[in-house]
């Protein structure tokens, strides 16, 4: 029933990709990732390597929960409705947040002191998942796909507070371990990505009639026999009698 409805890349993808993610956390629990290698340690040569795994790492059981979901339901999203670019926002999102957090000085936001940071997660990619299926709608001005824009600010709209600090809204004895600069880079790439990306794939249809001089034999016919049959239509208008001959015109055409 769903063969050529669901796309099979918008279920095997975010599998593939949900598997990547537990298979890192099982060998972090198991001692191959130690200490910070595999993370992205900001301006520092060997926190390189983690532009490529950290969104495959995560410190605990409900960090890789928390982002398992939305992975799943994003990557769903975007290859489903945006199959043409989707690979390609997929990696280039993967790769350009990485590395614009490596570029990122880990300082203090309240203190200005350097801090020694690893970051691990998937939070960043979700960031530009959500951001590019938010920002691609609406610059497509597709209805469909402004309907999914409207799906994900509805379910992840919330995502806008994970950009700020939390030391800006709370009083916290030590700096946050979330990485808010991961969750701003994700939500700056997915947006660049989505206007750069904003002409290519399904685009808002426009109906024959809606290009400048249109004009149809057929139309001016039923025109002309509705003026013959209709002369009272024609004295003096106030503009809803107008508005519904011209419905009335649009339902002739559609037989």
């Not at 409805?5 to 629990?29: D, E, T």
């Not at 939390?166 to 979330?178: A, Q, R, V, W």
């Amino acid at each position: 029933m769903f063969k050529n409805v669901i796309s099979k890349k918008a279920i095997i993808n975010p599998l593939l990709m949900l598997s990547a993610m537990w298979l890192g956390y099982f060998l972090q629990m198991h001692g191959f990732f130690e200490s910070c290698f595999g993370a992205i340690i900001p301006l520092l040569p060997e926190g390189l390597l983690g532009i490529i795994t950290s969104p495959l790492l995560h410190g605990n059981i409900d960090h890789i929960i928390g982002n398992s979901i939305p992975i799943a339901a994003l990557m769903f999203l975007l290859y489903q409705f945006y199959p043409l670019v989707a690979s390609k926002v997929f990696i280039i999102g993967w790769l350009a947040t990485g590395f614009l957090v490596w570029l990122l000085p880990p300082i203090d936001i309240l203190t200005g002191e350097y801090m020694y940071t690893c970051t691990i997660g998937a939070s960043g990619v979700v960031y530009v998942l959500a951001f590019f299926l938010f920002f691609s709608g609406v610059f497509k001005w597709n209805m469909k796909l402004l309907t999914i824009s409207l799906l994900v600010v509805l379910y992840y709209g919330s995502l806008v507070w994970g950009m700020l600090p939390e030391e800006l809204f709370y009083n916290m004895p030590e700096p946050s371990k979330i990485s808010w600069q991961a969750h701003l880079s994700g939500a700056v790439v997915g947006s660049i990505i989505a206007f750069v990306f904003k002409n290519v794939g399904e685009k808002k249809k426009k109906f024959i009639w809606e290009f400048p001089n249109y004009y149809s034999e057929k139309d001016d016919k039923l025109w002309q026999e509705y003026k013959e049959n209709h002369p009272e239509d024609f004295l003096e208008l106030p503009y809803k009698k107008r508005d519904d001959i011209w419905d009335h015109l649009d339902e002739l055409r559609k037989k």
